[in-house]
């Protein structure tokens, strides 16, 4: 267990709120992601961050925006919700180097927005 | 960066061996072929990872030939717990890089 914790695990919001997900790790890992995963599209990569205040794109960032402002917080802002990311989201961390890295997940926020 | 091809989805029954094969015809020499599985409503989890040749553990067995443009993931005698998602993810670990890239993955369902 790698000590990913999601927050909150569901929420439901309204079109135009900024919603805010937080990915908590206990490990000091370097690499944490985001993913969203809808039905027909699998895992994709929102952002993705390789240290304290350093942070990148992924494939579907528009509309996402992130913050790491210590090693173990990964947050998730959609500044203004739509009706399109209702999705599920995925925090995972990275562990280990070369050969013997591989990542790990939360449990999941499932937020809809209506 | 390295994309992957692989079938949507695999039909199986209890005790048979599964076979999924994925492309990946730009890997690069950095780069580890690294495969997941999704159960639904859970996050992935590493299965196995491999860079050239044969890898196996108490899961799975990876098979990647010499030009790596493509490896199999290889299920012995799979179970209806089986059933998930399985994705392949070619990935370079050096530096900043590292974005994991997950696809759409292959949907395995394993029948009694």
């Known amino acids: 267990d790698a000590g990913i914790t999601q927050s909150p695990r569901h929420k439901v919001t309204e079109t135009g709120t900024p919603v805010t997900l937080r990915c908590h790790q206990t490990?000091?890992?370097?690499?944490m992601y985001w993913y969203r995963q809808d039905p027909g599209h699998g895992l994709r990569l929102i952002h993705y961050?390789?240290?304290?205040?350093?942070?990148d794109k992924g494939e579907v960032s528009d509309g996402y925006s992130v913050s790491r402002s210590k090693t173990e917080d990964f947050l998730l802002t959609l500044e203004s919700a739509t009706s399109s990311q209702t999705s599920v989201y995925f925090c995972?961390?990275?562990?280990?180097?070369?050969?013997?890295?591989?990542?790990?997940f939360g449990q999941g926020t499932r937020l809809t927005v209506v | 960066l390295a994309k992957t091809t692989q079938p949507i989805s695999m039909d199986s029954y209890e005790g048979q061996e599964v076979n999924i094969t994925c492309s990946h015809n730009?890997?690069?020499?950095?780069?580890?072929i690294t495969w997941y599985q999704q159960f639904p409503s859970q996050g992935p989890r590493f299965i196995i990872q491999?860079?050239?040749t044969k890898v196996t553990n108490e899961v799975a067995s990876l098979f990647i030939p010499a030009d790596r443009k493509s490896s199999t993931l290889s299920l012995p005698r799979v179970s209806l717990s089986d059933t998930a998602v399985y994705y392949c993810?070619?990935?370079?670990?050096?530096?900043?890089?590292?974005?994991?890239?997950f696809g759409k993955g292959t949907k395995l369902s394993v029948k009694p």
């Open positions: 993810l070619v990935v370079n670990y050096g530096g900043s890089q590292g974005n994991l890239i």
């Open positions: 490990e000091n890992h370097r690499y």
């Open positions: 961050s390789y240290g304290v205040k350093d942070t």
């Open positions: 995972a961390i990275r562990e280990g180097t070369g050969m013997n890295t591989e990542a790990f």
């Open positions: 491999g860079y050239k």
């Open positions: 730009n890997i690069a020499t950095n780069d580890y």
